[in-house]
């Protein structure tokens, strides 16, 4: 019984770290900026839901349809005019931009809802399913949207120009430009979509756990770690990589304490790094 | 000639500052107003927090000086001025404002700030000027562990809270509502907090043999996300009770699970979790019969308790519902009362009234609060509470505060 609930649950956890990790894999696969501003989108993105749902009764899951529009302009205003003015600049810009994004979603939070822990009681909240064992219904809802996001992305970035764009660009800036690729337009619409993909990490995310102005680090760190087990620039890698971070932390416990539990992410990226720094698909099993 | 005149003027120099000296000095000044000194969480991550804090605060100042002020030996009354700064919820900031309340606003005593970390680093600061400071923001015994002469706190310890459940679980056993011995799962956020929690819960263990049994005792971290594995250790220790240390988020994530994977336990608490507002948004149904232990609760059956919250809802318009304004209320009315019973602003002599202080009708449980002579923290029994269907909260300890009868064991689904 115990070892069937930790694997289910290694699962599902799986599927949210992934759909949380998502937006911040595909900037930094293809424009090489670590959006350090995800943490604030995945923020932003709950108290959305939370407004949605308390003062107009709109389900989390239908406010996807109101919010990803939303955020993925948010995105492409971000990099239009912030991002794309520090693109020659060294790294350490964009990290201090980005970090400086975050702060500024910080503080509107706390001006717009103040700084109290809030959440929101879905009718379906603790209706169970038993898949293997009792699993609710807003986690398989999770699963079942991360696992039609990871088609969806796949499918776009290997079947569509836009998403082969992405992918000349996540190869060679330089090349792209002289093939006639708009550079510049792909760059936005890659922050746009990865912004979009954050704020869906973050919706689901405030199915299952309350918020404040404050969330959003500790999946920020955990999404570091995904992408970095995974391959940085690899969508496949995400999930994977997400799935062997649940499955660590999940099993874990049958030889560590728990309180070291949340250490295993960050051992495993210091790992990772020194290991194997490409991830496990690392660039040649880009997408 | 030319000397002799130098030497005048220097004279004359001399005189009118030793006179402007002596006329500036506080001994020659008449005081007819005592400086209070404060800074709270008035933005940032406690500003809920701060905003009730203040409203406590003034409303004693409010009552103080509607009677004149705060007597004083000489027949005199002083009338409080209250000089409050925003610290930001920043524990630097609230130092650095603890310094200028003392060095440049020159104020008498101090009123503490809300949450651990702000009085833990602030507290320094009164410590080193010796300046009586009081405050009802800072729970953790680590606080008040450090020797400090001058600091005191009228929140009874997380350890006082664990040590009140266990005296109510001894309570329960005794009226057979639970087996003896009565098998606990523990768990906790390893940090002071939990640390303290768990202190509370051992110190009862020891002080009732044979009547638990501690079936787990299991530290997490504060951030944890994923609480499968450890709620998957909470099942299989088959405990009757889960007791948990946790505050909101972590509570909020935990009991989701807990609900989720159907665990049952004839009684549940999450310490001080369970009763508030934003519980039931979030949790809905899943907080019924959770137990939770508090500082203060409007269900408090005193007249001085329910004059409080009747004050309240007349000046701000509103029910109260959160332990802030209370215990805020109750820390200003302890310092008035001892710069009363001092009989003047001399400091030394507040802080040894504060250390002898043994206040009461105080609205809190018990109706009395006196500072532990080692410690100065509070010790006082915690009000505990239980979640009814329907949204209800009922009071089920202490006796002499209980509004219902607790419902142990939690019916099963």
Known sequence: MSINYLLVNAILFGALYASIAYGLSLIYGVMKVVNLAHGGTLMLSAYVAYTL????????????????????????????????????????????????????????????????????????????????????????????????????????????????????????????????????????????????????????????????????????????????????????????????????????????????????????????????????FGRRATI | MKKSKTYWVIGVMVFFFVAAGLILSPVAQAKDVVKVGCCLTLTGKYAKAGKFFKRGYEMAIEEINAKGGIPLKNGKKVKVKLILYDDKSDPTTAVNLSEHLITVDKVDVMLGSYSTSQVNAQSV??????????????????????????????????????????TLLKELIDKGKLPKPCKIALSWENNAHGKDFEAGVKKAMKEHPGYFKLVLDEPFQKNTKNYAPLLIKVKSANADVYLSDCHFPQFSAQHKQYSEMGLYHKFVSYGARGPETNARKSLGDAVNYLVAAQWWTPLLPYPQSKAFAKMYKEKYKEDISEWYPALAYETARILFKAIEIAGSLDRKAIRNALENMEFKPAIVAGQVIKFDKKTHQATYPYVIVQNMPGGKIVAVYPKNAATGQIVCPIPKK
């Open chain 1, 53 to 280: 749902f308390t003062q107009f009764h709109i389900d989390p899951i239908l406010s996807l349809f109101v919010a990803l529009p939303v955020f993925f302009l948010l995105g492409m205003l971000i990099q239009r005019y912030l991002v794309d003015k520090i693109m020659d600049a060294p790294q350490i810009a964009s990290l201090l931009l980005l970090f400086g994004v975050w702060l500024l979603m910080k503080n509107v939070a706390y001006l717009i809802w103040s700084g109290d822990e809030v959440g929101y009681n879905l009718s379906y909240a603790l209706k169970t399913v038993k898949i293997l064992v009792p699993v609710s219904i807003p986690r398989i809802i999770i699963f079942v949207i991360s696992i039609i996001t990871t088609v969806l992305l796949l499918m776009f970035l290997k079947r569509t120009y836009l998403g082969k764009a992405m992918r000349a660009l996540s190869q060679n800036r330089d090349a792209c430009s002289l093939v006639g690729i708009p550079v510049r337009r792909v760059a936005q619409i890659t922050f746009g979509l990865g912004t979009a993909l954050a704020a869906l990490g973050g919706i689901l995310a405030s199915m299952i756990y309350s918020f404040s102005p404050e969330f959003g680090g500790n999946f920020l760190l955990k999404s570091f770690c995904i992408i970095v087990l995974g391959g940085m620039e690899s969508t496949l890698g995400v999930i994977v990589g997400a799935l062997i971070l649940s499955l660590i932390e999940s099993f874990s416990i049958l030889v560590i304490p728990i309180d070291l539990q949340e250490m295993i992410s960050f051992v495993l990226l210091v790992l990772i790094l020194v290991v194997k720094p490409t991830g496990i």
């Open chain 2, 125 to 166: 600061v009164p410590e080193k000027y010796g300046v009586p400071y009081v405050n009802g923001g800072g729970a953790s015994s680590f606080i008040y562990s450090r020797g400090f002469k001058w600091i005191f706190g009228t929140l009874a310890s997380i350890s006082e809270l664990s040590y009140t459940e266990m």
